[in-house]
């Protein structure tokens, strides 16, 4: 039978073959420049949206971590005011940590679920739930619990990589200039802060702007240095929609991992707000701890991240 | 049809990739469908001579025993048709030597080797001192899969991925494919061993000895197969030629060198590799199971002498004195995995598998070149640089073959030593700088916290929290000093128990 030519029964000469090398040659590189130019380092803070909820701070009360959190969210002005239908939301958990919920080193997985839910009726195109951890990851996201929870009610949960990151550019001068920062948790339509109250020997207590440093990757000890200042560019970097602080039991010493179920106290308390200094001043007076203990929340006070008195905000009190 | 030599090349692909299989998925959470350490418990060598010489009964014993009595009955189909080394030893002469004619090194006696090194690790292990590691096939094949094979093979894959979703800007299509991969098959991170390519070079030296003969090893190294051979010798599966016209084309193509020129064959050396059933041009060539040959010679193959009998008694007694000449103790200078027996004994017991260090959750467990002498050669270490102990995780003491890491409960783990922290307050950010860090007293896992913090106040009259340790609360995990911002020396080191 005539031989017929065609590219799979073709014999491959040798000028074939150099013609292939040559067209790789050329479109490889120009491929890569494009791709290296989308995937470009240096990218600015995430843009200030200006949402209000219909209080200054939400405080809700309950045994049931989920039911509350529901009901927080909902009396700030339901999830539907922070996500629009298709988006892409963050809910970032502190997973930090080896241990389960009881021990309270981590956020609670029924407050996540919670969120993971409300994020989804309000339409999130795709909710992602991730945590740069301190002990191994795959550990942390098993004992926590969060795994399971969040992915039971249709969240992405994943392990942060290294290499997938953004280098933050600061428009003022910063010490975290060029900080790697988890790329997702800046590419994102909302990003919602979930982290739960508990004691840190370094900033005595751990709340909203220390949970940021699990969108970090790199050396994050260094961070320690200084950490107040470094706490508050974070988040004026990041800027969260909302920040949701889980203080159903609270972690009262030995912190930030515990371990010590005799360190642990109930609180039955959920805040929502979109001011993580507010947020954090009145997760303060749950614990009796003076707000000034923390070097964060000091540096937050002096550069207006938001408004530190108790008695002149608008705060709604109800118990789910 | 060479039905048969397909059926043994099959079982021999089938049991590598469970080989490969069965240490890839020794890895947090060990949800493998077999024990990681199945093929270390069905090798006799590794358990007679491992409960021989720590005079303890391991319960892998019985399924070695098990080996050996089917070895009674069929030969060494072990080496032909199980062994993963074998069939890398065969993929190799298959590649390096095209043609099955070229002539081989006639290995003749050199075949008796073997039988000295198993008689030196059998004399060693009675002394109490277990050498079957150094040699045995099964923990050669399976340190170069665990810290050569599987590293590689995953940092390749992953920096295909990092490198098409990275320079080739293809991140939106492959994340969520990665993601899965990363978290099921590829594993959460690239694994990095100190010193993998001196395991690499041995590797390549045993299979580069195919260049000699094919299965050069096997017939005159391997200690496993000369224990395999000795029982073998008593097999009632043998090879029976029907029809036979002394073309003796089968005496150089069989792989072992097994066939003799006058066409008997040592029942010892044959691996029922099949090749010979079907390179017969009369086929008249098989294998059964007869219990009694009429024999044609009253030969039972050429014995070891007795000149050879006490040399290879010698050998052993040779190195016996290795503990008493060399004088020193063993040292422990270094962190051993948590709740690894008395030093002397875990030198012994420890059979340098390597399934410790591929499980290793954060990659803190690393071989050994001759930090602890040559006695310590590929014996796990814990480096804190580059993984500290987590503090809940208990993998390394479940994979262990021989018990040399015992398998501890998550409550005895915790509070299992592994050494010391020290704070050297030169380094120290808060001791010799005045700066606020904490890092160390944040990581420490224990509930009450090993590290306590002190006030301290600074030359320019501000106070900062500095660590100190508490001794009789520290295990030794080393969270502290992999997390420690301190550069270049860490100013939190974790010191050896006996150090």
Same mark, same amino acid.
């Given at each position: 039978m005539e031989h017929i030519p065609s590219f799979f029964h073709r014999r491959v000469t040798r000028r074939d073959f150099l013609r292939l090398l040559g067209a790789l040659a050329v479109t490889l590189p120009a491929w890569s420049l494009a791709g290296r130019h989308a995937h470009a380092g240096q990218t600015n803070a995430r843009r200030k949206k200006g949402i209000k909820g219909d209080h200054d701070l939400v405080v809700a009360e309950g045994a049931d971590p989920y039911a509350t959190t529901v009901r927080a969210v909902e009396a700030l002005g339901g999830m539907g005011r922070f996500v629009r239908k298709g988006a892409t939301v963050v809910v970032k958990p502190n997973i930090g940590w080896d241990r389960a919920p009881e021990q309270a080193g981590n956020t609670h997985p029924e407050v996540v679920a919670a969120l993971v839910d409300l994020c989804r009726t309000a339409g999130a195109g795709r909710v992602n739930v991730f945590d740069v951890t301190c002990n191994d990851a795959r550990r942390c996201y098993d004992t926590s619990g969060i795994r399971e929870a969040a992915e039971a009610h249709g969240a992405s949960v994943y392990l942060a990589s290294d290499w997938d990151v953004v280098k933050a550019r600061f428009a003022y001068e910063s010490p975290m200039e060029g900080w790697p920062i988890v790329r997702d948790a800046v590419a994102c339509d909302t990003f919602i802060n979930v982290p739960v109250l508990k004691h840190h020997g370094l900033t005595r207590l751990t709340i909203a702007m220390k949970n940021l440093m699990g969108v970090c990757t790199g050396s994050r000890g260094t961070i320690h240095q200084g950490i107040g200042r470094k706490l508050v560019d974070l988040t004026d970097f990041i800027s969260p929609e909302l920040i949701v602080v889980d203080a159903t039991r609270v972690l009262l010493r030995n912190g930030p991992q515990g371990g010590n179920l005799a360190d642990v106290e109930h609180r039955d308390t959920v805040l929502a707000s979109t001011d993580p200094v507010l947020a954090e001043t009145f997760a303060c007076s749950l614990v009796d701890v003076d707000p000034d203990e923390l070097p964060n929340l000091v540096e937050a006070k002096a550069r207006g991240l938001g408004r530190p008195d108790l008695a002149g905000a608008d705060i709604l009190r109800l118990k789910a | 049809?060479?039905?048969?030599?397909?059926?043994?090349?099959?079982?021999?692909?089938?049991?590598?990739?469970?080989?490969?299989?069965?240490?890839?998925?020794?890895?947090?959470?060990?949800?493998?469908?077999?024990?990681?350490?199945?093929?270390?418990?069905?090798?006799?060598?590794?358990?007679?001579?491992?409960?021989?010489?720590?005079?303890?009964?391991?319960?892998?014993?019985? %399924?070695?025993?098990?080996?050996?009595?089917?070895?009674?009955?069929?030969?060494?189909?072990?080496?032909?048709?199980?062994?993963?080394?074998?069939?890398?030893?065969?993929?190799?002469?298959?590649?390096?030597?095209?043609?099955?004619?070229?002539?081989?090194?006639?290995?003749?006696?050199?075949? &008796?080797?073997?039988?000295?090194?198993?008689?030196?690790? &059998?004399?060693?292990?009675?002394?109490?001192?277990?050498?079957?590691?150094?040699?045995?096939?099964?923990?050669?094949?399976?340190?170069?899969?665990?810290?050569?094979?599987?590293?590689?093979?995953?940092?390749?894959?992953?920096?295909? &991925?990092? &490198?098409?979703?990275?320079?080739?800007?293809?991140?939106?299509?492959?994340?969520?494919?990665?993601?899965?991969?990363?978290?099921?098959?590829?594993?959460?991170?690239?694994?990095?061993?100190?010193?993998?390519?001196?395991?690499?070079?041995?590797?390549?030296?045993?299979?580069?000895?195919?260049?000699?003969?094919?299965?050069?090893?096997?017939?005159?190294?391997?200690?496993?197969?000369?224990?395999?051979?000795?029982?073998?010798?008593? %097999?009632?599966?043998?090879?029976?030629?029907?029809?036979?016209?002394?073309?003796?084309?089968?005496?150089?193509?069989?792989?072992?060198?097994?066939?003799?020129?006058?066409?008997?064959?040592?029942?010892?050396?044959?691996?029922?590799?099949?090749?010979?059933?079907?390179?017969?041009?009369?086929?008249?060539?098989?294998?059964g199971i007869i219990a009694r040959l009429p024999e044609r010679r009253t030969e039972s193959g050429p014995g070891i002498s007795r000149r050879n009998f006490l040399f290879l008694l010698a050998l052993p007694l040779a190195t016996l004195g290795r503990r008493v000449f060399a004088g020193t103790p063993a040292r422990a200078g270094v962190i051993r995995p948590p709740g690894a027996l008395d030093e002397e004994v875990f030198l012994d017991r420890c059979v340098r598998c390597g399934n410790c260090m591929k499980v290793c959750i954060t990659n803190g467990l690393q071989p050994l070149m001759f930090e602890e002498g040559l006695e310590g050669l590929w014996t796990p270490r814990l480096v804190p640089e580059i993984g500290y102990c987590e503090y809940q995780c208990t993998l390394c003491g479940q994979v262990c073959p021989t018990g040399a890491i015992p398998r501890l409960g998550v409550e005895e783990k915790k509070r299992t030593r592994l050494g010391l922290a020290v704070v050297d307050r030169s380094l120290c950010i808060s001791w010799a700088h005045g700066q606020e860090c904490l890092v160390c007293e944040e990581h420490c896992p224990v509930a009450e916290k090993a590290i306590k913090v002190t006030e301290r106040r600074t030359p320019s009259g501000a106070v900062v929290g500095a660590p100190v340790v508490d001794p009789e609360l520290c295990v030794g995990c080393g969270i502290c000093q992999n997390k420690c911002p301190a550069r270049p020396d860490r100013a939190i080191r974790v010191q050896p128990l006996s150090a």
């Open positions: - | 049809m060479n039905r048969l030599v397909r059926l043994r090349r099959f079982s021999q692909i089938l049991c590598l990739v469970l080989f490969v299989y069965i240490l890839w998925s020794t890895t947090y959470p060990l949800s493998g469908l077999l024990p990681p350490e199945t093929f270390f418990k069905i090798n006799p060598l590794v358990m007679v001579m491992t409960a021989l010489s720590g005079r303890v009964g391991l319960v892998g014993l019985s %399924a070695a025993l098990v080996l050996v009595f089917l070895t009674l009955v069929f030969g060494r189909f072990f080496c032909g048709w199980v062994c993963p080394l074998g069939t890398m030893l065969d993929v190799t002469a298959r590649l390096v030597r095209r043609d099955r004619w070229r002539r081989s090194l006639r290995t003749g006696r050199m075949r &008796f080797i073997k039988f000295g090194v198993l008689f030196f690790v &059998f004399v060693a292990a009675l002394a109490g001192i277990q050498a079957a590691w150094v040699l045995d096939p099964m923990v050669i094949m399976a340190r170069f899969v665990s810290l050569n094979l599987i590293p590689a093979a995953t940092r390749t894959l992953d920096g295909a &991925f990092v &490198f098409a979703m990275t320079t080739l800007g293809l991140r939106e299509v492959l994340i969520d494919a990665y993601r899965w991969l990363r978290e099921s098959f590829l594993g959460i991170q690239v694994p990095f061993f100190a010193h993998a390519v001196v395991i690499l070079l041995f590797f390549a030296l045993i299979l580069s000895s195919v260049a000699l003969a094919p299965r050069f090893w096997c017939r005159c190294v391997c200690p496993l197969g000369a224990l395999y051979a000795l029982a073998a010798k008593a %097999a009632w599966m043998r090879r029976l030629v029907d029809i036979c016209k002394h073309c003796t084309l089968c005496i150089p193509r069989c792989r072992m060198g097994a066939i003799r020129e006058d066409m008997t064959y040592d029942k010892g050396e044959c691996i029922l590799c099949m090749d010979c059933v079907y390179d017969c041009p009369q086929h008249g060539t098989r294998f």
